[in-house]
């Protein structure tokens, strides 16, 4: 038989699902499971997206609907993205898709080609590279700097003639950081100087623990908007992550690339979850997403005083990102030892820093019931304290 796609086999399965769906597996065959690596909100989701999808299916909203999405939903996308972040698109600009992973889908497949580079900070969702290679680019892995971000001397270092974009995550996942707007704005000036675009995933953007909003670099100007593709959904803001909504918004041509790529992928997203969105976007839950700056401090206070780990304590998402290397170290281990050992013993379950671009680190998850998370910590501590 003749091979199969390069690329399609080039690429590696998402380390987080394929965990959670084993976790999922054992807890189902009835094992205790302290699961700390799924990557959703623990709340439900807002009374308002059920009510208005139970209103579009009372309607027959059973249609095809503009690939790009109900007029309604990028109405209400251009208002939060004026209100909320500064910026000012017009609903053309605004593709609706099937979940913030493939909005970044679409965005790489508009902006690369074989051959290009994009720059990725590293630690980075796992995504990103898989994402990049799939469109016959390269990516270009960058150790972030102090706090965990991307600096702007990292950047230009990192450009060469082949450079076509980079990625901006804030908040980050796995980390937690936050760039300031001190910080985009020396980014700002790398990427104009070498002309460069941005994919800026905003997702986690309500789950941010520091002063004012988080900023976008699109905001910093005509020059910035013209050349970055925001990022970002209801999944994480309003627990909704079944439900598969997310958004690109950027310049009209890189938009319209976008919509002709989902025109001939997925075309809309389900109309009702469309109509959902419209309800979350409208009912966000904020005192909700406000309990987990508490649920961070609780974490972050109970790994740092385990022996051996070192933690940055995360501005944004809802993820810690523990350095674990000294325990490594001791123990000649690898990160996904040490968290196959700890699910096997404790029932805990963690996210090996490897497929993060950081081998030396573990991800945590507190999106979980404070009592389920420091039974958790607890076994963590004990386990850490007996190898």
């Known amino acids: 038989m003749k091979p199969l796609s390069s690329r399609a086999t080039a690429l590696r399965p998402?380390?987080?699902?394929?965990?959670?769906?084993?976790?999922?597996a054992r807890k189902e065959a009835g094992e205790e499971v302290l699961n700390l690596s799924v990557g959703e909100p623990d709340f439900p989701m807002p009374e308002l997206a059920r009510e208005y999808a139970l209103k579009a299916i009372g309607e027959g909203r059973n249609r095809y609907t503009d690939v790009a999405g109900v007029l309604e939903l990028r109405e209400r996308v251009r208002r939060k993205l004026a209100e909320d972040n500064g910026l000012h698109y017009?609903?053309?600009?605004?593709?609706?898709?099937?979940?913030a992973k493939h909005a970044l889908c679409n965005a790489f497949l508009a902006l690369c080609e074989e051959g290009d580079e994009v720059v990725i900070p590293a630690p980075y969702?796992?995504?990103y590279p898989e994402q990049v290679r799939l469109t016959g680019a390269a990516p270009v892995v960058v150790p972030a700097g102090e706090g965990l971000k991307l600096t702007a001397a990292q950047l230009s270092a990192a450009v060469t003639p082949r450079t076509k974009a980079v990625v901006l995550n804030s908040p980050g996942n796995p980390t937690g950081a936050t760039y300031t707007l001190a910080e985009l704005e020396a980014l700002a000036e790398v990427v104009l100087r070498h002309d460069l675009f941005v994919v800026e995933d905003l997702i986690y953007e309500y789950f941010h623990y520091g002063e004012g909003a988080v900023p976008s670099i699109a905001a910093l100007g005509p020059e910035l908007q013209d050349r970055t593709i925001v990022v970002n959904g209801v999944s994480k803001s309003c627990a909704m992550t079944g439900w598969r909504v997310g958004y690109t918004a950027a310049p009209a041509g890189i938009a319209g690339l976008i919509r002709r790529v989902q025109g001939q992928s997925t075309s809309n997203v389900s109309v009702v979850a469309q109509y959902a969105a419209i309800g979350a976007m409208n009912?966000?839950?904020?005192?909700a997403i406000g309990s987990y700056r508490a649920r961070r401090d609780v974490a972050h206070q109970r790994l740092s005083a385990i022996s051996g780990v070192r933690c940055e304590l995360p501005t944004g998402a809802f993820y810690l990102f523990p350095d674990i290397s000294a325990v490594l170290g001791e123990r000649q281990s690898t990160s996904d030892e040490f968290c196959a050992r700890l699910l096997a013993g404790t029932g805990v379950g963690l996210v090996p820093g490897t497929g993060f671009g950081a081998p030396g680190h573990v991800r945590l998850s507190y999106a979980v019931a404070t009592p389920m998370l420091e039974t958790a910590l607890?076994?963590?501590?004990?386990?850490?304290?007996?190898?």
Request: without cysteine.
């Open 283 to 287: 009912d966000v839950p904020w005192a």
């Open 378 to 387: 607890d076994r963590l501590a004990e386990f850490i304290g007996t190898r």
């Open 14 to 24: 998402s380390p987080t699902l394929s965990l959670n769906a084993q976790l999922s």
């Open 90 to 99: 017009e609903p053309g600009d605004i593709v609706v898709a099937n979940g």
């Open 125 to 127: 969702w796992v995504t």
